[in-house]
């Protein structure tokens, strides 16, 4: 016996990867409702590479009682409206959105971090999904934490356009192929001309001179991982369609050397460890498109601090920062809480 879920936000690009995620990992599913807004109803979509095509639902019109699971991919607006309507229903709402995870009421959760936070849905029925950037991040940090205790966090991440939708990776492909051809490359999704350039700007600017995806970054760690680790961001947008890069500098309570990380990382679950010191010993993003790993490379010894550590994290961001990550907690509640035959 299955489950019933709703894919809301099906027609965009994280809810896309929902779908196939869902059939890739063979999640157990009597029934899949893919569900959007009013001017995507009809429109149909595949299920993955099943050959089912699921015809989209209005997400006004849909009725969540009798579902068991709902993974909104919508963003803040319908989350606001919709999720709490879900919940009432009695169907559990896993958000990407950053609407909930601040919530203390909501747990935040990357399952091979904190699964035992997952026992708090029941206070509103609604889960979050954490920052694509976040969750990569804390996958790589979880073991190391548990061996040393990280104190300090500096991470400068190089993110792909795909955080930003179609959108962002249209604009990526046009500007490319108008500075080739001689013609302007006028931004309108990014702040600047995104084709060949980075911008060290992500979401909007605070008060301190931070933005909030550094914001995100910080507090969202805190709440998956340690409240007592010290965390500064610095997020940057680079022309790459798929896959965020961290490099990511720790200060520990104790010791721990390059090597011994490295062995903590190889047996760590979520992470591939690539850590050959060659030309080539290391992962980028165009490598890590498609799967579910974190993968870590680049790990050495800081020698600027005392228990330092440097490493370079790479994951797909539509996949575990996003739709994996998601579809990973429904598997996880369906283990501890809705289990089913």
Same mark, same amino acid.
């Given at each position: 016996?299955?489950?019933?879920?709703?894919?809301?936000?099906?027609?965009?690009?994280?809810?896309?990867?929902?779908?196939?995620?869902?059939?890739?990992?063979?999640?157990?599913?009597?029934?899949?409702?893919?569900?959007?807004?009013?001017?995507?109803?009809?429109?149909?979509?595949?299920?993955?590479?099943?050959?089912?095509?699921?015809?989209?639902?209005?997400?006004?019109?849909?009725?969540?009682?009798?579902?068991?699971?709902?993974?909104?991919?919508?963003?803040?607006?319908?989350?606001?409206?919709?999720?709490?309507?879900?919940?009432?229903?009695?169907?559990?709402?896993?958000?990407?959105?950053?609407?909930?995870?601040?919530?203390?009421? &909501?747990?935040?959760? =990357?399952?091979?971090?904190?699964? $035992? %936070? !997952?026992?708090?849905?029941?206070? +509103?029925?609604?889960? *979050?999904?954490?920052?694509?950037?976040?969750?990569?991040?804390?996958?790589?940090?979880?073991?190391?934490?548990?061996?040393?205790?990280?104190?300090?966090?500096?991470?400068?991440?190089?993110?792909?356009?795909?955080?930003?939708?179609?959108?962002?990776?249209?604009e990526l492909f046009e500007q490319s192929r108008n500075i080739f051809v001689g013609d302007p490359a006028v931004p309108r999704k990014f702040t600047k001309q995104i084709a060949f350039n980075v911008i060290p700007h992500i979401d909007v600017f605070l008060d301190d001179g931070s933005t909030k995806e550094e914001w995100k970054m910080v507090v969202e760690t805190k709440k998956i991982l340690d409240p007592?680790?010290?965390?500064?961001?610095?997020? &940057?947008?680079?022309? =790459?369609?798929?896959?965020?890069? $961290? %490099? !990511?500098?720790?200060?520990?309570? +104790?010791?721990?050397? *390059?090597?011994?990380?490295?062995?903590?990382?190889?047996?760590?679950?979520?992470?591939?460890?690539?850590?050959?010191?060659?030309?080539?010993?290391?992962?980028?993003?165009?490598?890590?498109?498609?799967?579910?790993?974190?993968?870590?490379?680049?790990?050495?010894?800081?020698?600027?601090?005392?228990?330092?550590?440097?490493?370079?994290?790479?994951?797909?961001?539509?996949?575990?920062?996003?739709?994996?990550?998601?579809?990973?907690?429904?598997?996880?509640?369906?283990?501890?809480?809705?289990k089913k035959g």
């Amino acid at each position: 016996m299955g489950y019933r879920v709703a894919v809301v936000g099906a027609t965009g690009s994280v809810g896309r990867e929902m779908l196939n995620v869902l059939a890739e990992r063979e999640f157990p599913c009597d029934e899949v409702a893919a569900v959007a807004s009013s001017r995507s109803t009809g429109i149909e979509i595949e299920f993955g590479d099943t050959g089912r095509m699921l015809k989209c639902r209005n997400i006004e019109h849909f009725d969540f009682a009798g579902w068991d699971i709902a993974l909104f991919a919508a963003g803040s607006g319908p989350a606001k409206e919709y999720a709490p309507k879900a919940a009432a229903a009695g169907c559990v709402v896993i958000d990407n959105s950053s609407l909930y995870r601040m919530d203390p009421d &909501v747990p935040l959760i =990357v399952p091979e971090v904190n699964p $035992e %936070a !997952i026992a708090g849905y029941a206070k +509103r029925n609604i889960i *979050a999904n954490p920052n694509c950037s976040t969750a990569q991040m804390v996958v790589a940090l979880k073991p190391l934490h548990d061996a040393a205790t990280i104190r300090r966090v500096v991470v400068a991440t190089y993110q792909s356009v795909s955080g930003a939708g179609k959108e962002g990776m249209d604009e990526l492909f046009e500007q490319s192929r108008n500075i080739f051809v001689g013609d302007p490359a006028v931004p309108r999704k990014f702040t600047k001309q995104i084709a060949f350039n980075v911008i060290p700007h992500i979401d909007v600017f605070l008060d301190d001179g931070s933005t909030k995806e550094e914001w995100k970054m910080v507090v969202e760690t805190k709440k998956i991982l340690d409240p007592k680790i010290k965390v500064v961001a610095t997020c &940057v947008r680079v022309p =790459v369609f798929v896959g965020h890069s $961290e %490099a !990511i500098n720790l200060e520990f309570e +104790r010791e721990l050397g *390059a090597e011994q990380a490295q062995d903590i990382l190889r047996e760590a679950p979520g992470v591939m460890l690539i850590d050959k010191r060659e030309d080539g010993g290391y992962v980028t993003p165009v490598e890590c498109v498609g799967d579910a790993a974190t993968y870590v490379s680049r790990v050495r010894e800081d020698p600027t601090v005392e228990n330092g550590l440097t490493l370079w994290c790479v994951s797909d961001n539509l996949r575990k920062g996003a739709a994996l990550n998601a579809v990973q907690i429904a598997e996880l509640l369906g283990r501890r809480h809705l289990k089913k035959g």
